[in-house]
C-alpha cells in the first residue's frame, strides 16, 4: 500500500496540524483563523493556486497533475473538508483541548481538514495524476449551509470540478473501516416552529380566557400520526418535537405557547408531504381550539444522496487502502443531515463514513478524533485522485 505508507511518514506532523485546529474552534462562517492557518500550510506544501474568501472564509486549492498544460486543460476532481465547530464547552481534559470558551471541535471537522491537508502534501509531491484538484474547505456545514453557499458562489463551475467527494468520521465504528451507500445515504433536515397565541387570564377562570397550551398538546399529539398513518412504512421519516415553551407560573394561563420540532426523511415527495400534513393540523388545529397560529418552517439541507458509479468507485479505492472486509458498500443509511448534500446536487460524487473506534460520541463535550485515523483517510483521498485521473 504505498500511498499509505508515504503518508504515514508525515503522521506526526498531521497530528500537530490536527491537535493546533483543535485548540483554536471556530463556528459558522466566521472560521478566519482556521481559514489563515489552512493558507499557511498550503504554502508549505506547495499547491499551485490558493483562493480564499469562498462563503467568507471557505478557501479552494489547485493542485496540478504531472502533464496538466492549463491550455488544454483536463479534468478536475474536488475534494471537500468541513472546517468549523460546535458551541460546547469540552470537558476532554487534553492538553490540547479548547482554547476558547464555549467552542470546540466535537464533530472531528478538525481531523477532516487534516485528513485533506495530508492527502495535498502527497499529491502536490508526487503528482502522480492527470488533470487538476481541487481542494475544497468549507465552513459553517454545522450552522448556515456552507456547502450550499460555496455551490451558489460558484465553486464547481469557476474550478470546472467534474466529481466530488468527501469522509466524516465515524466515532464506535471499527477503526479504518469506511461506510457508505449508492443513492441516500443521510436524510433531508427541516426544522418547524410553531407560535401560538390564545388570550391569557386567571387559572381559576378558564372560561374567560383562550388556553394556548390545550391547543399545543393536541397539535403535538396530532403531528405524531403523520408518518404512521401519511407516510408508507418502507419510505423512513422522523419527526420529533424538541422544545416546547410556554407559561410563568402556575396560576396563569398564558397569551402565548411555542413549540418546534425537527423533520427528517429521504425522499422529496415524503419531504413535501410532510410538510403539508404538518401545516394541515397546525392550521386545523388552530381552528378548532381558536388560536392564532404562525408556522416558521426551515426548509433545511436536503437528503445526501451518492451516485451510484462513483459510490461504487469510492468502495474500490477504500478497499484498497484498508482491504475488502473493512468496506461496507451498501450501509444501512441514517437520519443525520450534512450540507455536502448541495454538493452532490451539483456534481456527481460520493461521501463516505471513516471508523476511528471507541470513544465519545459525536456532538458530545468529550468526543476527541483520533489522530491515528488521519493517514487512512489522507491515503484514501489521495489514492482517489490517482485512481479517477491516471496519468497516460
Same mark, same amino acid.
Given at each position: ?32 483563523? =482556521? ?8 504554502? &508549505? ?8 474568501? #469562498? ?55 478538525? @481531523? ?29 456545514? &454545522? ?22 467527494? @468527501? ?13 457508505? =451507500? ?18 391569557? !387570564? ?12 390545550? +391547543? ?6 396530532? #403531528? ?24 410563568? +407560573?402556575?396560576?396563569? #394561563? ?28 397546525? &392550521? ?40 475488502? =472486509? ?9 437520519? !443525520? ?19 476511528? @473506534? ?18 487512512? @483517510? ?15
Amino acid at each position: 500500500m504505498p500511498v499509505l505508507n508515504r503518508i504515514a511518514a508525515y503522521a506526526e506532523e498531521m497530528k500537530g496540524w490536527r491537535r493546533h485546529l483543535h485548540a483554536n474552534p471556530e463556528l459558522s462562517f466566521d472560521c478566519f483563523t =482556521t481559514a489563515a492557518y489552512i493558507v499557511d500550510r498550503l504554502k &508549505e506544501i506547495g499547491v499551485d493556486e490558493i483562493h480564499p474568501g #469562498i462563503a467568507k472564509t471557505g478557501i479552494v486549492a489547485i493542485i496540478n497533475g504531472q502533464d496538466y498544460d492549463a491550455k488544454v486543460g483536463g479534468p478536475t476532481i474536488g475534494l471537500r473538508a468541513d472546517m468549523d465547530a460546535l458551541p460546547i464547552q469540552e470537558i476532554t481534559g487534553a492538553e490540547y483541548a479548547s482554547t476558547i470558551p464555549g467552542k470546540m471541535h466535537a464533530c472531528g471537522h478538525d @481531523g477532516h481538514v487534516t485528513m485533506l491537508l495530508g492527502a495535498a502534501k502527497y499529491l502536490a509531491e508526487t503528482r502522480r495524476f492527470k488533470g487538476r484538484v481541487a481542494l475544497i474547505f468549507q465552513p459553517a456545514e &454545522e450552522d448556515g449551509a456552507g456547502g450550499m453557499v460555496m455551490v451558489n458562489e460558484g465553486v464547481m463551475d469557476r474550478f470546472a470540478v467534474e466529481q466530488v467527494y @468527501g469522509i466524516h468520521n465515524a466515532p464506535n465504528v471499527p477503526f479504518g473501516h469506511f461506510l457508505t =451507500t449508492p443513492g441516500a445515504l443521510m436524510a433531508s433536515v427541516d426544522t418547524a416552529y410553531v407560535y401560538l397565541k390564545g388570550k391569557g !387570564g386567571h387559572g381559576a377562570t378558564p372560561h374567560d380566557c383562550v388556553d394556548p397550551i390545550v +391547543a399545543l398538546v393536541g397539535m403535538i399529539s396530532a #403531528i405524531q400520526t403523520i408518518i404512521p398513518r401519511n407516510i408508507y412504512a418502507l419510505d423512513e421519516a422522523v419527526l420529533s418535537v424538541t422544545m416546547v415553551n410556554s407559561g410563568t +407560573a402556575s396560576n396563569i #394561563i398564558p397569551e402565548e405557547a411555542m413549540f418546534a420540532a425537527t423533520i427528517r426523511c429521504f425522499k422529496p415527495e415524503v419531504r413535501a408531504l410532510l410538510k403539508k400534513r404538518f401545516h394541515e393540523i397546525v &392550521e386545523g388545529h388552530a381552528a378548532a381550539y381558536g388560536v392564532q397560529a404562525r408556522i416558521d418552517y426551515d426548509w433545511g439541507y436536503p437528503a445526501t444522496i451518492n451516485h451510484a458509479d462513483q459510490a461504487a468507485f469510492a468502495v474500490e479505492v477504500a478497499a484498497e487502502i484498508v482491504g475488502e =472486509t473493512s468496506v461496507e458498500g451498501n450501509s444501512v443509511r441514517e437520519m !443525520g443531515s450534512e450540507d455536502f448534500s448541495y454538493m452532490l446536487e451539483a456534481r456527481k460524487g460520493a461521501y463516505l463514513f471513516m471508523g476511528t @473506534g471507541p470513544g465519545a460520541g459525536l456532538h458530545h463535550a468529550a468526543f476527541d478524533f483520533n489522530d491515528e485515523a488521519a493517514p487512512i @483517510g489522507a491515503s484514501f483521498f489521495a489514492r482517489l485522485v490517482e485512481r479517477a485521473q491516471p496519468l497516460n
